[in-house]
């Protein structure tokens, strides 16, 4: 009898690991694919054709947060765009610059 019921909880242990292994990847998941929209998104509204372009600076997101296409692919990211707007100050605090990247990474994280 104990020794089922070892196996029993044994297997539901992995099992719950196993949950949690796949919850992770598909968190990861969903969040390269956030980034490859906004970053896609981005590119297409700063028309960018140099690495100049690429870099952000608060005064670039401030004149593409009035876009309605940046403001839709935020919302369809589950980003919250008016806490976003509150935080674009914190976030270019120390750095007058920042690469779209960790831009985009930082506003994915808030």
Same mark, same amino acid.
Do not use: P
């Given at each position: 009898?104990?020794?089922?019921?070892?196996?029993?909880?044994?297997?539901?242990?992995?099992?719950? @690991?196993? @949950?949690?292994?796949?919850?992770?990847?598909?968190?990861?998941?969903? %969040?390269?694919?956030?980034?490859?929209?906004?970053?896609? $998104?981005?590119?297409?509204?700063?028309?960018?054709?140099?690495?100049?372009?690429?870099?952000? !600076?608060?005064?670039? @997101?401030? $004149?593409?947060?009035?876009?309605?296409?940046?403001?839709?692919?935020?919302?369809?990211? !589950?980003?919250?765009? %008016?806490?976003?707007?509150?935080?674009?100050?914190?976030?270019?605090?120390?750095?007058?610059? %920042?690469?779209?990247?960790?831009?985009?990474?930082?506003?994915?994280?808030?």
């Amino acid at each position: 009898v104990y020794l089922l019921l070892t196996t029993i909880t044994i297997m539901n242990m992995m099992i719950g @690991v196993l @949950v949690e292994v796949v919850k992770c990847a598909q968190h990861a998941e969903q %969040m390269s694919c956030d980034i490859k929209i906004l970053r896609d $998104t981005f590119l297409a509204a700063v028309d960018a054709r140099s690495l100049d372009e690429l870099v952000m !600076s608060k005064e670039k @997101v401030w $004149t593409l947060m009035q876009e309605d296409r940046i403001l839709r692919a935020l919302q369809a990211c !589950s980003v919250d765009v %008016m806490g976003l707007f509150e935080l674009v100050e914190f976030i270019f605090r120390d750095d007058e610059r %920042m690469s779209l990247g960790g831009f985009l990474e930082v506003v994915l994280q808030a």
